[in-house]
């Protein structure tokens, strides 16, 4: 369940937030009412979990060279430990976050707030699920904090400012095979992740279709939330409206 911790900046409870899947993905949340947290290496920033050029440079100055290619060992290995859940801070709708985040343009939007994501974990009893907003830096110049292991996991290069991320981690080793009754399913490298059981009625605040699609797949997407059993609003995309 949520468990907050210093090291990790929170927004105010009221802070809307949002995550953009593919309709395939958000089916997926809803058969197994759970959020899918992706392992950190397989992301695609292949700085997540990195240190900074400046904290290397500064390694070199007061570790042995032994020392240093272990340190870098020992935190490559972690990372194949965390895994994330990422949400968009923005008090309206994305046009650049529905380019960035669908592989296709059929896809939903869920909204939602820091206190609702932080309150729809209490069924994952297990883990601990800490939430934080990311900081952007300069990787040539600036040096991440030490004294938490999650530190390198809530920066990024200010390349990525426009993601305005709310990060939510969790520590759990994520199996390259899942095992459903006798059948033993191989999950696509890419996606190596965990499901974090999530209590979707408390987390949702309700759910946006994609822009430019057609009506019969937003009464889709109302079908399949009705299925569901989500007493939740659908609706269409802000960017579908036409001018006045």
Same mark, same amino acid.
């Given at each position: 369940?949520?468990?907050k911790?210093?090291?990790?900046?929170?927004? !105010?409870?009221?802070?809307?937030?949002?995550?953009?899947?593919?309709f395939?993905?958000?089916?997926s949340y809803?058969?197994?009412?759970?959020?899918?947290?992706?392992?950190s290496?397989?992301?695609?920033?292949?700085?997540?979990?990195?240190h !900074?050029?400046?904290?290397?440079?500064?390694?070199?100055?007061?570790?042995?060279?032994?020392?240093?290619?272990?340190? !870098?060992e020992?935190?490559?290995?972690?990372?194949?430990?965390v895994?994330?859940?990422?949400?968009?801070?923005?008090?309206?709708?994305?046009?650049?976050?529905?380019?960035?985040?669908?592989?296709?343009?059929?896809?939903?939007?869920?909204?939602?707030?820091?206190?609702?994501?932080?309150?729809?974990f209490?069924?994952?009893?297990?883990?601990k699920?800490?939430?934080g907003?990311?900081?952007?830096?300069?990787y040539?110049k600036?040096?991440?904090?030490?004294?938490?292991?999650?530190?390198?996991?809530?920066?990024?290069?200010?390349?990525?400012?426009?993601?305005r991320?709310?990060?939510?981690?969790?520590m759990?080793?994520?199996?390259?095979?899942?095992t459903?009754?006798?059948h033993?399913?191989?999950?696509?490298?890419?996606?190596?992740?965990?499901?974090?059981? !999530?209590?979707?009625?408390?987390?949702?605040?309700?759910?946006?279709?994609?822009?430019?699609?057609?009506?019969?797949?937003?009464?889709?997407?109302?079908?399949?939330?009705?299925?569901?059993?989500?007493?939740?609003?659908?609706?269409?995309?802000?960017?579908?409206?036409?001018?006045?």
């Amino acid at each position: 369940m949520y468990q907050k911790i210093p090291e990790f900046e929170e927004p !105010t409870n009221d802070t809307i937030i949002w995550r953009y899947v593919d309709f395939t993905k958000f089916i997926s949340y809803l058969d197994r009412n759970a959020l899918f947290f992706v392992r950190s290496d397989k992301l695609f920033d292949i700085y997540e979990g990195k240190h !900074t050029e400046a904290d290397v440079k500064l390694w070199g100055e007061i570790l042995k060279p032994k020392i240093k290619m272990k340190q !870098t060992e020992i935190y490559d290995e972690f990372r194949k430990f965390v895994n994330l859940s990422s949400w968009h801070m923005n008090e309206n709708e994305s046009a650049a976050m529905w380019e960035i985040c669908l592989q296709s343009n059929e896809g939903v939007a869920i909204q939602s707030t820091f206190k609702r994501l932080k309150d729809s974990f209490i069924l994952h009893k297990e883990d601990k699920i800490h939430i934080g907003k990311v900081k952007y830096i300069d990787y040539k110049k600036d040096i991440i904090p030490e004294g938490n292991i999650f530190n390198p996991f809530l920066y990024k290069r200010k390349a990525f400012e426009h993601e305005r991320e709310l990060r939510a981690v969790i520590m759990k080793f994520a199996p390259q095979e899942e095992t459903i009754g006798k059948h033993i399913l191989y999950i696509d490298p890419k996606w190596f992740g965990v499901h974090v059981k !999530t209590d979707l009625n408390a987390l949702i605040d309700k759910i946006v279709v994609s822009p430019n699609v057609p009506d019969w797949f937003i009464d889709l997407v109302k079908s399949i939330v009705k299925k569901y059993e989500l007493n939740k609003k659908v609706e269409s995309s802000d960017l579908s409206k036409d001018p006045p």
